[in-house]
Each structure stands twice: as structure tokens, then as C-alpha cells.
């Protein structure tokens, strides 16, 4: 649980689209304690304070939004043997800045523009011979489709790209402005 301070409570309850008399039957204390806590007119006890905030907490998550709906389903990827010529007109033709490379069916690797860029810059004599193994990234992380937002937003400050799969089966691709996009 993140800890919270007792005057998050009204806010965090508002965000939730809670009533006072919902967060108490979510909480299971009265609706009288709320609105006195809200009015900074009381302070609950301990166990309290954390029954409501656990209530609080299980709603967010209910309502954060998830990756399945983050995602982008249209998932152009690259095979390992593919030739970085090959990848470069896809990425072309797709308007796409990083793609998933697959060996046997399974994520192994992920271009990038930037790393495209760099083996160009070293290699540009080699570029019709140069696999997408031998300039591929570190492989993305893969999460479920009911992945929340704050888990996306944790892996997205690390990797570029996060992959959704769903029983191994690749199902979409969540960029950082797909979750940028959604951000009221």
C-alpha cells in the first residue's frame, strides 16, 4: 500500500467518483467518520485509516486504465534473419519507430531508430548485409493485457516499448505515447 496523508482522503475518494457513504460500505466504517475526517474534524484509529485507504487503493486500481486498452493492436515485427534493408523499408512504410524481433516465434530482441541509426553511422557500407540479430536491442518486456497504467508507466521509463501478450501469444505494442495519449 503507498502511504497517504489523512487529507488525501477527500481527494483520492473524488477521484475515485466516490460518495462518502460508498467509500464507508467499501471501508466498512461509518459515513459519519468519513465526513468528519474529510472536515479534519476527527482522526480515525490506526486500523481504520488503513481500511480506508486499502478501499481507496482497490478502487484506483479498478479504474486505472489497462494496457489492452493502451495498446496498439496493428504489431508490425522482424525476424532475426531479416536484413536491416528489409526492416528499414517496413519502418518506412509504417511509419513506426521501433519493432519487435522474433526468432522462432518468440520475442528475442527490438529495433530502434536510434539503434538503426548508430549501426548505419558505424556499418554503412554493410547495410545490405547486416541482420536484424546483429543490431537489435535488449527484448522488451511482455505483460498481460489487464496490466495497469502505473506498472506501464514504471517499465516505459526503462524500455522504449512494452509488449502485451497474452498466453505467449504477442497481442499488441504500448509505446510511451500511446500512454502520453491517454493522459487527461
Same mark, same amino acid.
Given at each position: 500500500m503507498i502511504p497517504h496523508t489523512l487529507e488525501e482522503i477527500k481527494k483520492l475518494r473524488r477521484k475515485c467518483h466516490l460518495t462518502q457513504k460508498q467509500l464507508a460500505n467499501h471501508s466498512g466504517v461509518s459515513q459519519s467518520l468519513i465526513? $468528519?475526517? +474529510?472536515? &479534519? @474534524?476527527?482522526?480515525?484509529?490506526?486500523? &481504520?485509516? /488503513?481500511?480506508?485507504? +486499502?478501499? #481507496?487503493?482497490?478502487? =484506483?486500481? !479498478? %479504474?486505472?486504465? %489497462?494496457? %489492452?486498452?493502451l495498446m496498439q493492436k496493428k504489431l508490425f515485427t522482424a525476424d532475426s534473419k531479416? @536484413? *536491416? $534493408? /528489409?526492416?528499414? !523499408?517496413?519502418? $518506412?512504410? $509504417?511509419?513506426?519507430?521501433?519493432?519487435?524481433? *522474433?526468432? /522462432?516465434? !518468440?520475442?528475442?530482441?527490438? *529495433? @530502434? +531508430?536510434?539503434?538503426? #541509426? /548508430?549501426? *548505419?553511422?558505424e556499418h554503412q557500407e554493410k547495410i545490405s548485409f547486416l541482420k536484424a540479430e546483429q543490431v537489435m536491442e535488449e527484448a522488451p518486456p511482455i505483460v498481460s493485457p489487464n496490466t495497469g497504467q502505473r506498472m506501464l508507466l514504471e517499465l516505459l521509463k526503462n524500455f522504449p516499448v512494452v509488449l502485451v501478450a497474452e498466453k505467449g501469444e #504477442? =497481442?499488441?505494442?504500448?509505446? !510511451?505515447s500511446d500512454v502520453l495519449g491517454r493522459m487527461e
Amino acid at each position: 500500500m503507498i502511504p497517504h496523508t489523512l487529507e488525501e482522503i477527500k481527494k483520492l475518494r473524488r477521484k475515485c467518483h466516490l460518495t462518502q457513504k460508498q467509500l464507508a460500505n467499501h471501508s466498512g466504517v461509518s459515513q459519519s467518520l468519513i465526513a $468528519k475526517i +474529510e472536515a &479534519n @474534524t476527527a482522526e480515525p484509529s490506526f486500523s &481504520n485509516a /488503513q481500511r480506508i485507504f +486499502e478501499a #481507496l487503493e482497490s478502487m =484506483q486500481e !479498478k %479504474k486505472e486504465v %489497462k494496457a %489492452k486498452e493502451l495498446m496498439q493492436k496493428k504489431l508490425f515485427t522482424a525476424d532475426s534473419k531479416d @536484413t *536491416l $534493408k /528489409q526492416v528499414i !523499408k517496413i519502418i $518506412k512504410e $509504417k511509419g513506426i519507430s521501433q519493432m519487435p524481433v *522474433l526468432s /522462432q516465434g !518468440k520475442v528475442c530482441g527490438l *529495433l @530502434t +531508430e536510434a539503434g538503426i #541509426l /548508430q549501426h *548505419l553511422a558505424e556499418h554503412q557500407e554493410k547495410i545490405s548485409f547486416l541482420k536484424a540479430e546483429q543490431v537489435m536491442e535488449e527484448a522488451p518486456p511482455i505483460v498481460s493485457p489487464n496490466t495497469g497504467q502505473r506498472m506501464l508507466l514504471e517499465l516505459l521509463k526503462n524500455f522504449p516499448v512494452v509488449l502485451v501478450a497474452e498466453k505467449g501469444e #504477442l =497481442q499488441g505494442i504500448v509505446s !510511451k505515447s500511446d500512454v502520453l495519449g491517454r493522459m487527461e
